[in-house]
């Protein structure tokens, strides 16, 4: 939870967010293209998923999937679009267009509902996401997608024009703004064949820029060697996932700038707490790795709770007050061995995180396996 103390909330200016020069571009021309549109609805849309007849099956809670098929060898190199549209003409008309770039693999979800079932088991590259839908806006889905993947890359492509809604999707980092109205089968394809190489590096880069801690790649690469020694050598291992509470209300209260600043400080607090052999990540908008060889449930446990009695310490100021962040952390301590995978490695401490967030009294779970 976010505390904040003496504290008189202001409107925090587009222009002094904290973007890169490519980013600001790009929603320039966003921007521009939809300043002088009129607010009307793109016509002849529909909630009816059976109207998807050209889009392939549609299941029974209303997605979609069409696979073209990818050059020989280049199936693994296919881009995964996702296009998340409650208007099965709109969703058929994209997938049309998409269909022209080579090796992209095209699913469509018609409510937030499944595209937040096919998010927590799909990793996508781009996201079409419409904004008015049943269930979640899109600019609360976005939320939810930022959270799970801050490195996707999402269009909102909508016959919504609003200035406000594109200023509040530009904060929660939307990487484009398309209207509907003045959708074609070139602007479509032009934004989402430029953003795919700003994904992929998103993707494989290896430290994190605003933290200095490890991400991406360099994250999974230290897991395995860690698992690897474990095995060999028969050693504890122990992996905490620290998880800022509702730090999306900071970025919404305060400005991404502010946000940044709180990342880094945090950043800094699980540096400090690192011992030699310990390494850090970030991974995701609010989520943070230790991972710490050598290290039996106790210590694990130990090390979770001086971590998060340090962030808890932390005030950040922000005109004449300031503010403090809170966070749950959940751990899973291995024996001997551990899963047959990394995936499987990360997704028991999940697990103990998510029993962490659960718990009515304790905001720190460690799990021996």
Request: glycine fraction near 6%; charge should be negative; charged fraction near 30%.
């Amino acid at each position: 939870m976010i505390e904040t103390r003496n504290y008189s909330f202001h409107a925090v200016e587009f222009e002094n967010h904290h973007v890169d020069a490519e980013f600001s571009e790009r929603m320039a021309e966003s921007l521009d293209r939809i300043a002088r549109l009129p607010n009307v609805w793109c016509q002849g849309a529909t909630n009816d998923p059976h109207d998807a007849r050209d889009i392939g099956d549609i299941d029974s809670q209303g997605a979609a999937s069409r696979r073209r098929t990818p050059d020989p060898g280049g199936a693994q190199g296919a881009a995964r679009v996702l296009i998340v549209d409650d208007s099965a003409p709109d969703a058929a008309m994209m997938t049309r267009y998409l269909e022209s770039i080579d090796d992209i693999a095209i699913t469509s979800a018609s409510d937030t509902r499944r595209a937040q079932e096919l998010l927590r088991n799909e990793r996508f590259d781009v996201i079409l996401l419409d904004y008015r839908m049943p269930g979640l806006t899109g600019l609360n889905l976005l939320e939810v997608i930022r959270r799970r993947d801050p490195d996707v890359g999402v269009i909102m492509v909508t016959a919504f024009s609003d200035e406000k809604v594109t200023l509040k999707a530009i904060r929660r980092r939307v990487d484009d703004y398309l209207r509907k109205e003045d959708l074609t089968r070139e602007i479509l394809t032009e934004a989402v064949e430029s953003l795919l190489p700003l994904v992929r590096r998103r993707r494989s880069a290896t430290i994190d820029f605003i933290t200095g801690l490890f991400c991406g790649r360099a994250l999974t690469e230290r897991i395995m060697d860690v698992v690897d020694r474990l095995e060999s050598r028969g050693e504890d291992f122990s992996l905490l996932l620290v998880d800022l509470v509702q730090f999306s209300q900071v970025n919404e209260r305060f400005g991404r700038a502010t946000g940044d600043r709180v990342l880094r400080r945090i950043g800094r607090v699980l540096q400090d707490a690192l011992r030699p052999g310990d390494s850090a990540a970030r991974d995701r908008a609010d989520e943070f790795w230790i991972i710490a060889p050598g290290t039996d449930a106790n210590d694990a446990l130990a090390l979770a709770q001086r971590l998060r009695e340090s962030i808890r310490a932390l005030e950040f100021d922000y005109g004449d007050g300031a503010f403090t962040v809170d966070c749950v952390i959940g751990g899973a301590h291995f024996k001997d061995r551990c899963p047959d995978t990394v995936e499987a490695t990360i997704e028991y401490t999940h697990e103990a995180l998510q029993r962490a967030r659960t718990a009515s009294t304790a905001s720190i779970e460690v799990v021996r396996y």
